[in-house]
């Protein structure tokens, strides 16, 4: 499934929908870099999918961006968002 870097509107109303356990850079792989920092959040990816689903994968509350292996916050309006990644990521198992 294709996707594209979705614009900060996309994500309002979005919510936890589940978790990726992976690392910081395989996301850079797959998503490039983040597209957004600050807050409670320190790296977050907003993604547009070509179905029109959007999903966010971001950490959540850490000090620091963890760059070992993480359990990832994915963010949604519904679980179709946690689908979307993992076509993203098939290697990846989600949990």
């Given at each position: 499934m294709q996707f594209t870097n979705a614009p900060a509107d996309y994500t309002n109303n979005t919510c936890l929908q589940g978790?990726?356990?992976?690392?910081?850079?395989?996301?850079?792989?797959?998503f490039g870099l983040p597209n957004y920092m600050g807050g409670k959040v320190n790296v977050q990816w907003a993604i547009l999918f070509s179905n029109g689903v959007v999903a966010t994968i971001y950490d959540w509350k850490m000090s620091a961006a963890p760059?070992?292996?993480?359990?990832?916050?994915?963010?949604?309006?519904?679980?179709?968002?946690?689908?979307?990644?993992?076509?993203?990521?098939?290697?990846?198992?989600?949990?």
């Open positions: 978790y990726i356990r992976t690392t910081y850079d395989e996301l850079v792989n797959i760059l070992g292996v993480y359990d990832w916050h994915i963010g949604g309006k519904s679980k179709e968002a946690i689908d979307c990644v993992k076509d993203a990521l098939p290697l990846i198992a989600l949990m």
